[in-house]
């Protein structure tokens, strides 16, 4: 059987074809075979899942189903679920289960979704790889020796590889779109604010944000639609007005002006993925696009801004991992400062250290202003930066990532050239817009993605346009040999 998309899916379990505990088992048999390869889950909840697609059958054959019942899911494991592991992809977590469901996990648990398992990742949400996870690298589906991206390398390798026809993840910094476009699938970065954040284990607060992975725009647009939604219990979230981001889906593209970032198609960027993103903006065009050139010109500082606030907020977010009230401690602590010092030690791997070290830094008495204060002035330039370009143009278009998948240790002992993998993805979250990848093509049998961007607030018409694209293009259909 191919992978299968939500809306196959939906229509499979409508027809009577088969129903959700039959194709909950079906996705739970692939796991069993694919996983010990791909690395993409760290726990898989059969249990929870045959109880969930036993009560969305029940919700089918009532009438009372909505657009996701009885559609299996994975989550990444970050996010908490009631009575399950959540590890957050480190040592710290691995003792961890969550005594209630993150708001995302709670919604799309209404919505009559199946949940399959949590998927591996990045520790607490740091890196671009998947490489720097508690429970080992995650292997690109569509070449093992390969990385699927990072943070939430298990979530898109998962929908790459027919494990699950959705997932979730979290992008910081491009967590949703760097490991989308590396692994062939869609994938969008909501506004900040959209989606609530509360038991989502926070990272650096002011820039993590939830989404959806799936096969396909329309597929994101339904699990956006169950996911968004403004909730008391996050003081960020946004009391904006919900879209039906699925009604809104066949506005199409013509007259939609799109603008070409000129600091998108520098130095910088493989020729080869160039030549793919330059095929797909022939094919925007065809289908009505205008497109135009842009300038963002602070694109050179989003790195250094971001890895100064992100990891100032991290040192802070992490102070909690202490070894007194949960998360991992130490044998036979001496005194509470042995306490604190090995249960950390052993309990954090050496990306989160740095970055802790860092962050803390930054934020120390004299180094302030100097550091954090000024990433924060160049904020506001990036954040300006998108609306001068979006008075101009509806959407910004360009490549994701840089490069396509690297080998797994490639990049391990050069952080930085690491780093300057979410070149393109990082200053969306510095400003707080949303952002989608598509597949837009291949460069020797491995994805590249393609990102679209929009203002504040315009996800439907983001989600629109990767629609249309999706509907004259089958990059999104190709599949990864089994
Ligand atoms: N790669 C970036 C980082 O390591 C972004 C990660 C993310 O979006 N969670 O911080």
Redesign the pocket.
């Known amino acids: 059987m191919s992978a299968r998309g939500i809306a196959e899916i939906r229509a499979g379990l409508d027809a009577g074809e088969f129903s959700s505990v039959e194709i909950a088992r079906d996705y739970l048999d692939r796991i069993e075979q694919a996983n010990p390869a791909l690395n993409c889950f760290v726990t898989t909840t059969p249990e929870i899942a045959l109880t969930q697609a036993k009560a969305a059958d029940a919700r089918l054959a009532a009438g009372d189903a909505g657009p996701l019942t009885g559609v299996p899911l994975a989550h990444k494991d970050l996010f908490c679920t009631d009575g399950v592991r959540t590890s957050c992809g480190s040592r710290m977590l691995d003792n961890f289960i969550a005594p209630y469901d993150a708001t995302v996990v709670a919604k799309l648990r209404d919505a009559g979704t199946v949940m399959l398992g949590k998927t591996n990742m ?1 520790e607490f ?4 790889s998947n490489e ?1 996870s508690h429970y080992g690298a995650v292997k690109n589906p569509w070449d093992h020796a390969r990385v699927p991206g ?3 390398g298990g979530s898109a390798a998962a929908v790459a590889a027919g494990l699950a026809p959705a997932a979730t993840g ?7 779109r ?1 490991p989308a476009a590396l692994c062939g699938v869609t994938g969008i970065k909501p506004t900040y604010g959209r989606v609530s954040r509360y038991g989502m284990i926070a ?2 607060s002011s ?2 944000q939830g989404g959806p992975f799936a096969r396909s725009a329309r597929d994101c647009a339904l699990l956006l639609a169950a996911m968004a939604g403004f909730d008391p219990r996050d003081s960020t979230s946004a009391d904006a007005a919900l879209p039906d981001f699925a009604a809104e889906l066949e506005r199409g593209l013509d007259g939609i002006r799109i603008g070409l970032p000129r600091e998108y198609f520098a130095d910088g960027l493989d020729a080869r993925v160039a030549a793919v993103i330059e095929a797909a903006i022939d094919e925007f065009r065809r289908l009505g696009a205008e497109i135009s050139e842009v300038s963002l010109p602070n694109t050179g500082l989003s790195i250094p801004t ?2 100064v606030i ?1 990891m100032a907020e ?1 040192s802070s977010n992490l102070s909690r991992f202490d070894g007194v009230r949960f998360g991992h401690r130490c044998a036979d602590p001496v005194d509470l400062e042995d306490l604190y010092e090995r249960s950390r030690g052993e309990g954090f791997g050496d ?1 989160v250290k740095r ?1 802790i070290m860092i962050g803390t830094y930054a934020l120390s008495a004299g180094y302030y202003d100097a550091y954090y204060l000024k990433a924060q002035q160049l904020r506001r330039l990036i954040k300006d930066d998108f609306q001068q370009a979006l008075s101009d143009v509806d959407l910004i278009l360009g490549p994701t990532t840089p490069e396509i998948a690297f080998g797994i240790g490639a990049k391990s002992d050069d952080p930085v050239s ?2 300057l ?2 070149i393109y ?2 200053s969306l ?1 510095l400003a707080g817009l949303p952002g989608l990848s598509l597949p837009a093509g291949f460069v020797d049998g491995l994805p590249v993605g393609l990102q679209l961007i929009g203002n504040y607030f315009d996800e439907a018409g983001i989600l629109a346009a990767a629609h249309a694209f999706q509907q004259a293009t089958d990059w999104h259909l190709r599949e990864p040999a089994a």
Do not use: H, K, P, V
């Open positions: 990045d949400a740091m890196g671009s720097n990072g943070s939430s979290t992008d910081t910094g491009g967590s949703i760097q990272y650096a820039l993590d971001y890895y992100a991290c990306e970055r690491m780093y993998q979410d993805t990082i979250n």
